[in-house]
């Protein structure tokens, strides 16, 4: 059976405020799904509410058949996993301990290890001993990449992950995201960079206002990336 998370027809809220308004997507495993939009639209609001991190849901997000309930930790274990924008790294524990920490067997068998992280980040290996608060932004972005797939997730969200950065961490970002599809690990992207998105991405869904207004997929989106554009630039 192909694993898939879906939503449907998803509202949330932060106290009286609704900001997601009735959307429904999904996202098949080994799938790169794009949420674009400008800002303050309710993009990362969609990762949150996976979470269990709003005040308020109705609808449903189903994972595999099982509506995912509870606090983030259930969530988690349930197979999903939010790298957030803001870099959340245990800024007193060493790189290496920040990893060992997230290490989770892979239900599947077929895990993702500290070994295959360093491979992937090699910036992160010659920071092994070094305390993590003490990375620059773009290395503790590397460190929080590698520790969501060193939880094996079915799905990994990742919000923002290359704002700000230099060129040489968005092309190790964009590795990780395509080694994640090939492991068969689905994805939910939220990504100010058109180029990135579109070099990834396999469906890319329009979030204007709480509502999903279009959906391209790559095709539509490579062929008629002024359309895409058009729609992301503010008038």
């Not at 794009?34 to 609808?59: F, H, I, S, Y």
């Not at 599947?108 to 001993?129: C, D, H, K, Q, W």
């Amino acid at each position: 059976m192909i694993g898939v998370l879906r939503y449907e027809n998803v509202s949330a809220y932060y106290g009286p405020s609704q900001i997601l308004h009735g959307i429904s997507f999904e996202v098949p495993e080994a799938s790169v799904v794009c949420l674009l939009g400008l800002n303050g639209m309710g993009k990362t609001t969609t990762l949150r509410a996976t979470m269990g991190l709003v005040d308020r849901l109705e609808g449903r997000i189903v994972l595999n058949g099982d509506e995912l309930r509870g606090p983030t930790f259930r969530r988690s274990q349930m197979g999903v996993t939010l790298v957030p924008e803001d870099r959340k790294v245990f800024s007193n524990l060493t790189v290496e301990e920040n990893l060992k920490v997230a290490c989770h067997p892979s239900k599947s068998g077929n895990n993702y290890t500290i070994a295959e992280a360093v491979r992937m980040f090699p910036r992160l290996g010659e920071r092994m001993s070094q305390k993590a608060g003490t990375l620059s932004g773009g290395e503790q972005q590397m460190l929080v990449v590698a520790r969501a797939m060193l939880a094996n997730p079915s799905y990994v969200m990742l919000d923002e992950p290359t704002e700000g950065l230099a060129p040489s961490y968005v092309s190790a970002i964009r590795e990780s995201i395509c080694e994640a599809r090939k492991r068969g690990i689905g994805v939910i992207l939220v990504e100010q960079s058109l180029p990135l998105a579109l070099s990834v991405g396999d469906v890319f869904h329009i979030v204007e206002n709480g509502h999903i207004v279009r959906t391209f997929s790559r095709e539509e989106a490579i062929t008629d990336t002024a359309a895409l554009e058009r729609m992301l630039t503010v008038e």
